[in-house]
Structures are given as structure tokens and as C-alpha cells.
């Protein structure tokens, strides 16, 4: 009888070291993890790469015989344009040609009736209309710290004899470099 449990113990006493030589083993290794960030600014809040909206120069209304009517570049939603770019880029804005250029003497933009009727009119980065931005003028922000920066552009249009009463418009186009 005891040879009998000797032979069972034996190989009850080597399943249970095997089984506790394998709870006992460790594995290691590693997870590799990596992200690339690029450099990029949004423009407004929106972020793409084409057909973003810089604003608007809502010049009002007014009558037919103005002299002249300024306004501000003012965001979609109202207030500053707002341009924020990645940290350590420094952000220019050129401001091209619109779709009338050169079209009506007295101001090297125009707003145009869509019938053939312009309305001049010139950029300035002065809210007093001194400093005139022609086209494909360039206004240069900071080095970007990833705050938002303001652009500051005002329109100045300038009347003329014979306007007749309408709604007149332009586009001007706008590239981001950073």
C-alpha cells in the first residue's frame, strides 16, 4: 500500500511544481507608440486648406451720392479675424487681387453691380486710411507661440458721379503662409 501512494504521489508532487513553475514565468516586451504633428493654423477656428473664410467688408448702406464710406474686417461670426498657427512658425497674410481690380479710377480695387458700374475702392491696415495695402500686399504677424493673433484691415470706398443705386461686390482672394 504505501508503494501504491509513493507511485501516486510522485506524480501528483510533478503536476503541481510544473504548474507552479508556470504561474511563476514572466514575459516583458514593450508598446511603441509615436505621433507627427505638422505644422498648421486655423483661420476663424476653421482649419483646410482651401476656400477658408477670411471675413467680410460690409460697407453698408447708403446713398447713390456718397463721397466715401469705410468699414473693418470683421470675422464671419463678428469681431477680429482671428489666424492661429502652430507654435514656432511665423504666419504671413498676402492679400491678392480681387475680382475687379483696376476697373474704376479712384481706388485700385472696385465693387462691381454685376452690370457695368464701379465703385473704387482701396485696403489699409490703419483704421485712419493712411496706410494703403495694394494688392498682393502682405501683412506679417509675430512668431506664433499657438495663441490666436488678430488681422487688422480696414476698406475705404470712394464715390463718383453717375453710380445708380444697386448692390455692388468683389472678391478678394487671401493665402496663409506659415
Known amino acids: 500500500m504505501q508503494s501504491l501512494a509513493l507511485r501516486l504521489a510522485v ?9 507552479g513553475a ?3 514565468t514572466t514575459v516583458t516586451g514593450q508598446i511603441s ?8 493654423c486655423l483661420v476663424n477656428g476653421g482649419a483646410g486648406t482651401t476656400n477658408l473664410n477670411f471675413g467680410s467688408l460690409n460697407f453698408g448702406t447708403t446713398t447713390s451720392l456718397f463721397t466715401q464710406t469705410g468699414t473693418q474686417l470683421v470675422a ?3 469681431g477680429a ?4 498657427c502652430s507654435s514656432g512658425t511665423t504666419p504671413t497674410v498676402t492679400i ?4 475687379h481690380d483696376g476697373q474704376s ?3 485700385t480695387r472696385a465693387l462691381y453691380d454685376g452690370v457695368a458700374n464701379f465703385v473704387p475702392y482701396d485696403l489699409y491696415t490703419d483704421s485712419g486710411f493712411n496706410n494703403l495695402l495694394a494688392a498682393n500686399g502682405v501683412i506679417n504677424l509675430a512668431a506664433s507661440t499657438g495663441a490666436a493673433q488678430t488681422i487688422n484691415l480696414w476698406g475705404k470706398a470712394v464715390g463718383k458721379a453717375g453710380l445708380p443705386a444697386g448692390t455692388y461686390t468683389d472678391t478678394i482672394a487671401v493665402q496663409l503662409s506659415f
Open 11 to 19: 506524480p501528483v508532487l510533478g503536476l503541481a511544481l510544473a504548474a
Open 22 to 24: 508556470q504561474a511563476a
Open 33 to 40: 507608440s509615436s505621433l507627427i504633428l505638422t505644422s498648421s
Open 76 to 78: 464671419a461670426g463678428g
Open 81 to 84: 479675424v482671428s489666424i492661429q
Open 96 to 99: 491678392q487681387g480681387g475680382l
Open 105 to 107: 479710377t479712384g481706388g
